[in-house]
């Protein structure tokens, strides 16, 4: 259990956590949520002991391991596959140690360990996860260095999960996954053995991955069971309920203020209006919940083109004379909402770039509306912003002739503040940049609007927000990204990016969630009627592995077998001066023949696991 105990905690004399209390009972997995700037990062850093209480404690069971996702896999030369396997501290020093060890006694206890750790599917299983993340057999192969920062978060991710800690912490796990691996995230996340700390503002996550909801705000943590909706539900019963107090509150107080305000200076009323005053000092004010005001984007809206607006014939778009995507064929209306859909690596970012003409196409026609505009927002935008500059400059070299209250009420229009609109870009937070990014695309009215992962860094308030303003928008919307709320409020229309190809989805998100989490496999009723499992390629070779590790463990632990034996045979081992020397062999070889008994019954299930898999 994690218990956390009557804490406080500032930052710079500004209080961010002041006698909060929760305990989390050891298994659960529960989702943090809170306003931006609360301090659920800084709870994680308490939890880890990286920051010191002023007061209250933090307590865990002992031996407990914490795990969290590092800032960045280092891009050096290591392959993928083997700095997750490295993340199983255990495993590697046992593995390390199994290849110079030499004493019979702790060979024997190498070895039994490494099969309790299940050490020799290791492989496998961290090859299981890369590829939920959206890593192919081969890349898992490459080294750390040929990846992005992005893509590298991807590898610190796996390697928590396949250490699997007993209390995991992620922060924003999400921001760096696309659709797919999201969802595999969320399957694998319900599934977890231990106890699980998510901060996330992704609701189909909170929803779907966890059984509560701990929800920071004025400085105390307040513990709701159930998804993250049923939490929404409760605390909006709450909101309500301490708003009506509130509003009743200020009734009473202005009774009674109006009786004073008449009749304290009435010698006849003085006393009824002293009594009236002291009531009044006694009142303890209801405090009128901090609830976040629901910062609007307003998008402005273009003029009506005649459809279509955009309409491709025959397209391939790629690089370097390479095609990604072959005979486009496609529509765009300027009422559509279109979510695009594939795994990573597909082509959906590389058709937003031919769509918002960023890229040209290499073959065939792509006809647009003479007047069209396309607004792009991409994450990789929010990082291009200059952070040496405000957010009032960058908009003031876009429409140099507008008066400084005009572009004030343009960064309005999106959540950026009087204060925010003069703060340098380097001092704004995710979400402030992302909202300047969204203001910047779409400035000049476009008819489509093109937006690859807009919700990053966004709290849920914000994506609240950004769903109401797509819905009012009246210009095309194009959308890639990881949060499936997002997707099912906004997109009426699903294209699917595979195997070169770009086609209408026929089915809804729902389906296309079970296809993804289901490996792409037919359903039930389409199963063939054969009950024996048919394996994967990768199946067969990771139960040929286990069985060539199995057997050479054996051959190992008859080798010290032999050894043994040989010392044992010998006449000299006992005389009386030595007789402890001859109980410690003969307690070694009792130690080395269960480890061998151990051995060959595991090796011997691997033959047979291996014996069905190849039929």
């Known amino acids: 259990m994690l218990n956390i105990d009557d804490i406080t905690y500032s930052v710079a004399g500004r209080p961010l956590l002041e006698h909060a209390s929760a305990n989390i009972p050891e298994g659960h997995k529960v989702g943090i949520v809170g306003r931006n700037g609360t301090g659920k990062t800084t709870l994680f850093r308490l939890i880890r002991g990286e920051l010191a ?23 050096n030369e290591v392959s993928l596959i083997d700095t997750v396997l490295a993340a199983d501290i255990e495993r590697a020093a046992l593995m390390q140690e199994a290849e110079t060890v030499q004493e019979p006694g702790r060979i024997a206890e190498v070895q039994m360990r490494l099969a309790d750790i299940d050490a020799w599917s290791a492989e496998a299983r961290a090859a299981t996860i890369l590829k939920g993340l959206g890593f192919t057999d081969e890349e898992q192969q490459m080294p750390c260095s040929a990846f992005s920062g992005g893509w590298r978060m991807r590898v610190a991710l796996a390697a928590v999960l396949f250490a699997q800690p007993d209390l995991l912490l992620l922060d924003e796990p999400t921001n760096y996954l696309d659709l797919e691996g999201a969802l595999w995230l969320e399957s694998y996340l319900a599934k977890y053995p231990h106890t699980v700390l998510i901060i996330s503002h992704d609701r189909g996550l909170l929803n779907r991955a966890v059984g509560a909801i701990l929800h920071l705000e004025d400085r105390k943590l307040t513990l709701y069971q159930g998804s993250y909706d049923t939490f929404a539900q ?41 009594s009236r005053l002291k009531a009044l000092a006694r009142m303890q004010p209801i405090m009128r919940p901090q609830e976040a005001a629901l910062r609007a984007f307003t998008f402005p809206e273009p003029e009506e083109l005649s459809p279509p607006i955009l309409r491709l014939e025959g397209a391939s778009v790629g690089y370097e004379g390479a095609p990604v995507l072959s005979r486009l064929d496609l529509r765009i209306d300027q009422d559509d909402r279109i979510a695009l859909l594939g795994r990573n690596g597909e082509g959906k970012s590389t058709l937003s770039k031919l ?31 200059h952070t040496d500059e405000t957010p009032l400059d960058h908009i003031r070299r876009l429409r140099p002739h507008e008066t400084p209250a005009r572009l004030r009420a343009r960064l309005g229009g999106f959540g950026i503040g009087a204060e925010q ?20 695309a779409t400035i000049d009215a476009p008819h489509m609007l093109i937006l690859d992962e807009p919700t990053n860094h966004l709290d849920i308030e914000s994506r609240e927000a950004l769903v109401e303003a797509l819905t009012a928008y009246t210009g095309a919307v194009i959308l890639v990204s990881h949060d499936m709320h997002l997707l099912e409020l906004v997109a009426d229309r699903l294209w699917l990016v595979k195997d070169g190809r770009v086609t209408p989805y026929e089915g809804d998100l729902h389906a296309y969630r ?28 990771a139960l040929r592995q286990e069985v060539r590790h199995c057997e050479a463990r054996v051959d190992k632990l008859n080798e010290m077998r032999d050894k043994i ?8 081992l006992y005389g009386e ?6 109980a410690g062999w003969n307690r070694k070889y009792a130690e080395v023949m269960e480890g061998i008994d151990r051995a060959e019954a595991l090796w011997l299930k691997a033959l047979d696991r291996l014996e069905k898999a190849e039929g």
Request: no cysteine.
């Open 53 to 75: 209480l002023e007061s209250g404690t933090i307590t865990l069971p002992s031996r407990a391991r914490i795990g969290g996702v590092a800032q960045e896999v280092p891009g």
């Open 234 to 274: 409760t605390r909006a019963a709450r909101l309500a309920a301490a708003e009506s107090e509130a509003k009743k509150q200020e009734q009473r107080r202005a009774h009674l203020q109006s009786y004073v305000d008449r009749f304290r200076y009435k010698a006849d009323k003085a006393r009824q209006a002293q």
């Open 355 to 385: 769509l918002s003409a960023r890229l040209d196409p290499m073959d065939g026609q792509v006809h647009s509306a003479s007047k069209l505009r396309v607004g792009y927002f991409a994450q990789h935008q929010v990082d291009e912003l």
């Open 421 to 440: 609109a003069d703060t340098l870009v380097a001092d704004l937070s995710g979400g402030q940049k992302a909202r300047l990014s969204l203001m910047l």
């Open 514 to 541: 079970q296809a993804l989490l289901s490996g792409d496999k037919p359903s039930k009723a389409d199963k063939p009627k054969a009950k024996r499992k048919v394996y994967s390629r990768d199946e067969i070779l």
């Open 565 to 572: 034996a040989a010392k044992l045979a010998d006449p000299a």
């Open 577 to 582: 001066a030595n007789a402890a020397k001859a």
